[in-house]
């Protein structure tokens, strides 16, 4: 069984930068596909980045441009820099492979 645990989440102010990392056990890491969701206090969780094994990725529009998602396979790693945060990214942040989630790594952004 995929295990994920989240590291990286914190206080920052707008126009900052977080890098959130999600950890993976399992020896095939390199096939999975690895996304990040986010869930804000009162809505739905939604998507926010995807990387394929090939190494291919796709983004929620609106964080196009500030968000990039990188995996290290060698690590069974797989991670989500965000720049030029913004107050509405504030949100509790999940790595997810299959039906497999991570705890969420809480961040927020502050005026």
């Known amino acids: 069984q995929v295990q994920l645990v989240e590291s990286g989440g914190g206080l920052v102010q707008a126009g900052g930068s977080l890098r959130l990392s999600c950890a993976a056990s399992?020896?095939?890491?390199?096939?999975?596909?690895m996304r990040w969701f986010r869930q804000a206090p009162g809505k739905e969780r939604e998507f926010v980045a995807v990387i394929w094994s090939g190494g291919s990725t796709n983004y929620k529009d609106s964080v196009k441009g500030r968000f990039t998602i990188s995996r290290d396979n060698a690590k069974n790693t797989v991670y989500l820099q965000m720049n030029s945060l913004k107050t509405e990214d504030t949100a509790v942040y999940y790595c997810?492979?299959?039906?497999?989630w991570g705890q969420g790594a809480m961040v927020t952004v502050s005026s």
């Open positions: 997810n492979t299959r039906e497999v």
């Open positions: 399992g020896r095939t890491f390199i096939t999975y596909t």
